[in-house]
């Protein structure tokens, strides 16, 4: 692996491989070192979760980085290429860590620079550093990627991350129920992929009924933008709320993950119970991006 | 008979015959030739074919495709047949077929995808989906070759 640009670029040993390396990171078995290895972490487009998760791996393995965020700061308004300036920044840094607005902008990054380049999200295209820390949080709790009910809720239409975690879930025979209003729905597109796949799929219209044979359950954020009239989002949004009542006949083994920041789609009263793990999640974030920097860079 | 095929199809001594068009894309076909305007240009539509039932034609004389020519054809009329003519005679018959990468030939439609906002030449790879789909190697967006606009 030269470069970590798309989850379609993986395959399931390559996925497997980054796991079982992630594992090991987490309980102390590999401690990669990057003293004086530098990584760029270029955001083109704000995201301090992820900035921040990326430049946590980094200095956790004795490395350091430099940072260049918004557009404001770059000589990218001053109408240098950007292909210079990624040209020039590959001069400084070992590793180029890059999101932005702009789908594709890693993949072509990855054919300027000889150095390696983690795509850290490219507008709706993809995340796969993400898509990784939550098939990591799924192994980790449920011991295996094979044969997983997992349930994706909420946005099921605009959001990258469920798009990515369906995709990269197809590769281990998952069941999946996805629930969501009607109009933000999965895509037909992925959908298609699935049954191309005889991947199984239902879809449902409320969480509170379709979680109890779950193993994983996984929400996102519904944005009020997104609906044309307030009103109907107020009537709506009840049905996609998580709250502790909800889960008295669920699954043992069950967890709830979010890709964060969360707004009210899960009620806080679900925190302290054993089935929340959107907390830990964030922090398999910063093992698995340690476990793709120190592949990239060949320190593993 | 052979008076009535003399007249749809008038022979052409030196050139390129490109045959078997699927019926209705000729005018994107012309599109796509790079021209100089003193070329003579037969051009048949729906003509009836064993192949394809209707087809279109297109006959140029004294003209030889460039590679690129050749591969956006394949693009929008992938049952095509080129027949290089000398002195009459066919010298050499090829059916088209889409290349598997497709490079600089499409302009992608997605107008978030940094092949639109970077002077970086496009590329596509084929989709195994029926009917065919093309899918954009930077904003990894898939088309179908409908949908997608080939570049001059
Ligand atoms: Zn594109």
């Known amino acids: 692996m030269k470069n970590l640009i798309s989850m379609r670029d993986l395959s399931k040993e390559e996925i497997l491989h980054l796991m079982d390396v992630t594992g090991k990171i987490e309980e102390g078995k590999i401690v990669p070192d990057m003293q004086r290895k530098l990584a760029a972490l270029l955001f083109f487009e704000p995201s301090t979760r992820t900035m921040f998760s990326f430049d946590t791996a980094m200095k956790r393995m004795n490395g350091d980085t430099i940072i260049m965020s918004g557009t404001g700061q770059t000589s990218v308004k001053k109408g240098e290429s950007f292909a210079d300036t990624l040209q020039t920044i590959a001069q400084y840094s070992d590793i180029i860590i890059m999101r932005s607005p702009v789908e594709g902008a890693a993949r072509y990054a990855s054919e300027v620079v000889d150095i390696p ?22 192994v980790k709790t449920q011991g295996t990627l094979e044969n997983l009910s997992i349930g994706l809720a909420g946005d099921l239409r605009f959001g990258r991350t469920v798009h990515s975690l369906a995709q990269a879930m197809a590769l281990f025979n998952v069941k999946f129920k996805f629930i969501s209003p009607s109009f933000l729905k999965m895509p037909q597109y992925i959908k298609d992929d699935l049954k191309s796949q005889k991947i199984e799929f239902e879809e449902y219209e409320n969480i509170e009924d379709n979680i109890d044979d779950l193993d994983v359950l996984y929400v996102t954020r519904i944005q009020k933008e997104r609906f044309a009239d307030p009103e109907d989002y107020e009537k709506l949004k009840g049905s996609y709320i998580l709250e502790r009542p ?24 679900v925190d302290n119970t054993e ?26 | 008979m052979s008076q009535i095929k003399q007249i749809k199809v008038n022979a ?6 490109i045959d078997h068009i699927t019926a209705g894309k000729v005018r994107k076909v012309l599109d796509i030739l790079e021209l100089d305007g003193t070329e003579i ?17 297109v006959k140029i004389e004294n003209k030889e495709l460039s590679r690129n020519e050749v591969n956006s054809i394949a693009l929008v009329a992938p049952n095509a047949t080129l027949i290089i003519i000398k002195d009459f005679e066919v010298e050499k018959k090829v059916s088209l077929e889409i290349p598997e990468n497709i490079e600089n030939l499409i302009v992608c439609p997605n107008p978030k995808c940094i092949t639109n906002s970077e002077d970086i030449k496009s590329k596509f790879r084929l989709t195994k989906d029926e009917p065919v789909k093309v899918r954009c190697f930077y904003c990894e967006k898939k088309y179908l070759i409908d949908e997608v606009k080939i570049k001059k």
């Open chain 1, 246 to 269: 909800m889960l008295s006949n669920v699954k043992e083994n069950l967890k709830v993950m979010h890709p964060l920041p969360r707004v009210d789609e899960i009620h806080t009263d």
């Open chain 2, 41 to 57: 240009v037969m051009v048949g539509m729906n003509l009836s074919s064993k192949k394809l039932n209707r087809k279109d034609i």
């Open chain 1, 275 to 300: 089935f929340a793990y959107y907390f830990p999640q964030a922090k398999n974030g910063v093992f698995t991006r340690q476990a793709i920097i120190s592949i990239l860079l060949g320190e593993v």
């Open chain 2, 12 to 17: 052409i001594k030196n050139g390129t015959v």
């Open chain 1, 117 to 138: 380049v983690v795509n850290a999200g490219d507008g709706a295209n993809q995340h796969p550093t993400q898509a990784l820390l939550d098939l990591y949080s799924i």
